[in-house]
């Protein structure tokens, strides 16, 4: 089935009309091993809407990124969006387990991220509400404090989340799915939206897989 990048944006638009709840206090979050080269305040501590360790939504720039964590540890990078598209960026902590993806778009806030990925099996990243890669649906869902709606597994943006119905998390938030589970019913495949609370996925090992957040 063919795709057009317009369909991410689609979805990236439905989650952005949910409400914006005020994030939970990143204090509660434990602080790990700081790398070589990071400043000491990057606690690897995701507020989505407010910063990615040291890197503020207040000073966002390929200049502030730098500041943040360090010039050898940034390099320029396109970032892959899905569909064959690009858009320009850095990645920071590049071929680490640390590694993050700065995506810009210029056509709509080039001083901004459009947003920042996480996809690193192993990263110490995680949100301050303990979203991290590797985590399961249920938890998922546990930590959204209700069941959420999410893109049918099988092409480029399978397994997206899309809409967070109105729980803990919105549209700073991007949460990609991945189906670990032998025999999967063909019901999750496809373009459709599946619910968290689907009888038919408690058996399966459907875990997160990539996490994408705005600033």
């Known amino acids: 089935m063919i795709r057009t990048f317009s369909l991410i944006l689609l979805a990236l638009t439905a989650l952005a009309c949910q409400p914006n709840p005020k994030p939970a206090n990143s204090q509660?979050?434990?602080?790990?091993e700081t790398?070589?080269?990071?400043?000491?305040?990057?606690d690897f501590v995701i507020v989505p809407g407010e910063r990615v360790g040291p890197f503020a939504s207040d000073a966002a720039t390929e200049t502030d990124l730098v500041k943040a964590f360090g010039e050898a540890n940034?390099?320029?990078?396109?970032?892959?969006?899905?569909?064959?598209?690009?858009?320009?960026?850095?990645k920071v902590y590049p071929g680490t387990k640390n590694e993050l993806e700065?995506?810009?778009?210029p056509d709509a806030s080039p001083n901004?991220?459009?947003?920042?990925?996480?996809?690193?099996?192993?990263?110490?990243?995680?949100?301050?509400?303990?979203?991290?890669?590797?985590?399961?649906?249920?938890?998922?869902?546990?930590l959204n404090?209700?069941?959420?709606?999410?893109s049918g597994f099988g092409w480029d943006y399978g397994g997206r989340v899309t809409d967070w119905n109105g729980g803990a998390f919105n549209s700073n938030l991007m949460i990609s799915l991945d189906n670990f589970s032998e025999n999967a019913p063909e019901d999750i495949f496809g373009d459709r939206e599946i619910s968290s609370d689907?009888?038919?996925?408690?058996?399966?090992?459907?875990?997160?897989?990539?996490?994408?957040?705005?600033?």
């Open 198 to 215: 689907n009888p038919m996925l408690q058996r399966l090992k459907i875990r997160v897989w990539m996490m994408e957040v705005r600033m």
């Open 145 to 150: 404090g209700k069941p959420f709606l999410f």
């Open 102 to 105: 700065v995506a810009y778009d």
């Open 112 to 142: 901004r991220p459009a947003f920042i990925r996480v996809s690193q099996e192993e990263t110490p990243w995680k949100t301050d509400a303990g979203v991290t890669l590797g985590i399961t649906l249920q938890e998922l869902q546990q």
């Open 28 to 32: 509660n979050a434990s602080e790990q």
């Open 35 to 42: 790398p070589a080269g990071a400043p000491p305040k990057n």
């Open 74 to 90: 940034v390099e320029a990078a396109s970032i892959g969006v899905g569909e064959g598209f690009e858009l320009p960026g850095f």
